[in-house]
């Protein structure tokens, strides 16, 4: 059986990357589709020698640097993919994937790892930090409500949804009108689990890694951590928004920048806690944290809600400093709680081997 895997684009291996390689270990002679690929070759391991065929994007001159400035020629470039002789295809979509132009006697299985969310529910936020002209604003919410029609359309051609949370599969149903298989994303908890080197300061400080952009919430972290003095932060990451972070961040907040899978691992393994107030659709870091043995600080909302436990970390309900400051403080008096062996063992729900166990389960019962 013939096999097209769907990807939307290859830039950097991020989280939905990390469920890509798993479903083509499932396909090792799966061949892959994706918008453009511009992996760096440090991070092209898991792609091998796949054939991989991307579209009349890639051709585009300013495309590696620019490509998502060309959002409103997506859903084209998508359908024009020649799948006809494959009789499988999966999709791992964020957010064109799921569109590709399929024949009846093909099945059509999509891992949702997020919708276009700056097209849904953030697109106010979206164009509010976009700080756009009054005509560029009116082309931009243009564009967007076109890809919302066009998304809600191209739905039909799945044949069976699956959704990375609880969260999602209901933001599925009331976009798109479809149910969804829940089946959480693969967290390499093995790795995160093993013992590494420790830190001078052991657990005297806090943890948080994100990109640094405004849906992310870092700001509402750094100006709890103004106001706790004695208590210190490290962040992780970087963004469009760290100037600006760091100039309003007091003396117990250090910004590490962006760094790899091992240093991750070794601040997960020696904080205190593990700080996020972003609302996600999972949330793989809350995860790696857990599975470090380090227990979770996090927003009540998203994927956090099904991530966190009461003897794995404590959740806020209000997206304020006050909430996370009563959140540590919290924690802080009941740590005991939540020990490393309880966060390891949460952080199993999410392996590799589990993931890929229920997604071929499902394919294979259509």
């Given at each position: 059986?013939?096999?097209?895997?769907?990807?939307?684009?290859?830039?950097?291996?991020?989280?939905?990357?990390?469920?890509?390689?798993?479903?083509?270990?499932?396909?090792?002679?799966?061949?892959?589709?994706?918008?453009?690929?511009?992996?760096?070759?440090?991070?092209?391991?898991?792609?091998?020698?796949?054939?991989?065929?991307?579209?009349?994007?890639?051709?585009?001159?300013?495309?590696?640097?620019?490509?998502?400035?060309l959002?409103?020629?997506?859903?084209i470039?998508?359908?024009?993919?020649?799948?006809?002789?494959?009789?499988?295809?999966?999709?791992?979509?964020?957010?064109?994937?799921?569109?590709?132009?399929?024949?009846?006697?093909?099945?059509?299985?999509c891992?949702?790892?997020?919708?276009?969310?700056?097209?849904?529910?953030?697109?106010?936020?979206?164009?509010?930090?976009?700080?756009?002209?009054?005509?560029?604003?009116?082309?931009?919410?243009?564009?967007?409500?076109?890809?919302?029609?066009?998304?809600?359309?191209?739905?039909?051609?799945?044949?069976?949804?699956?959704?990375?949370?609880?969260?999602?599969?209901?933001?599925?149903?009331k976009?798109?009108?479809?149910?969804?298989?829940?089946?959480?994303?693969?967290?390499?908890?093995?790795?995160?689990?093993q013992?590494?080197?420790?830190?001078?300061?052991?657990?005297?400080?806090?943890?948080?890694?994100?990109?640094?952009?405004?849906?992310?919430?870092?700001?509402?972290?750094?100006?709890?951590?103004?106001?706790?003095?004695?208590?210190?932060?490290?962040?992780?990451?970087?963004?469009?928004?760290?100037?600006?972070?760091?100039?309003?961040?007091?003396?117990?907040?250090?910004?590490?920048?962006?760094?790899?899978?091992?240093?991750?691992?070794?601040?997960?393994?020696?904080?205190?806690?593990?700080?996020?107030?972003?609302?996600?659709?999972?949330?793989?870091?809350?995860?790696?944290?857990l599975?470090?043995?380090?227990?979770?600080?996090?927003?009540?909302?998203?994927?956090?809600?099904?991530?966190?436990?009461?003897?794995?970390?404590?959740?806020?309900?209000?997206?304020?400093?006050?909430?996370?400051?009563?959140?540590?403080?919290?924690?802080?008096?009941?740590?005991?709680?939540?020990?490393?062996?309880?966060?390891?063992?949460?952080?199993?729900d999410?392996?590799?081997?589990?993931?890929?166990?229920?997604?071929?389960?499902?394919?294979?019962?259509?």
């Open positions: 059986m013939k096999v097209a895997v769907i990807h939307d684009w290859l830039d950097k291996k991020y989280g939905a990357e990390e469920v890509l390689e798993q479903i083509l270990t499932l396909y090792p002679s799966a061949d892959l589709f994706t918008l453009v690929d511009f992996l760096p070759n440090q991070q092209r391991k898991f792609l091998e020698n796949r054939k991989i065929t991307t579209s009349f994007l890639q051709k585009i001159p300013f495309a590696k640097k620019h490509f998502r400035k959002l409103p020629l997506f859903p470039a998508i359908e024009q993919f020649d799948l006809r002789d494959y009789k499988l295809i999966i999709s791992s979509s964020h957010a064109v994937a799921k569109g590709v132009i399929i024949h009846p006697y093909q099945t059509h299985i891992y949702m790892n997020s919708q276009m969310r700056y097209v849904w529910d953030m697109q106010a936020q979206y164009l509010e930090q976009a700080k756009f002209s009054i005509i560029k604003n009116i082309l931009s919410r243009k564009i967007l409500h076109k890809m919302r029609i066009w998304e809600v359309s191209s739905s039909h051609r799945v044949d069976s949804f699956i959704s990375n949370s609880q969260y999602s599969s209901l933001r599925l149903k976009t798109l009108g479809r149910k969804s298989k829940v089946i959480y994303p693969p967290v390499d908890v093995e790795y995160f689990g013992k590494t080197k420790e830190i001078k300061h052991k657990k005297e400080y806090y943890f948080t890694a994100s990109r640094l952009v405004g849906y992310k919430n870092v700001n509402i972290i750094v100006e709890a951590f103004n106001q706790m003095p004695d208590k210190k932060l490290y962040i992780a990451g970087d963004g469009e928004e760290r100037k600006s972070l760091s100039k309003i961040a007091n003396k117990n907040i250090t910004f590490l920048g962006r760094l790899n899978k091992e240093e991750l691992r070794i601040h997960y393994q020696n904080s205190k806690a593990f700080i996020y107030a972003a609302i996600e659709d999972f949330g793989i870091v809350m995860v790696e944290s599975a470090s043995g380090t227990p979770v600080i996090a927003y009540n909302r998203g994927g956090a809600a099904e991530i966190v436990t009461d003897n794995t970390g404590v959740l806020f309900n209000n997206l304020s400093a006050n909430d996370i400051i009563d959140s540590i403080n919290n924690f802080e008096n009941n740590s005991k709680n939540c020990t490393n062996k309880k966060c390891k063992n949460r952080a199993q999410f392996s590799i081997e589990l993931f890929k166990e229920k997604l071929l389960e499902h394919i294979k019962q259509h």
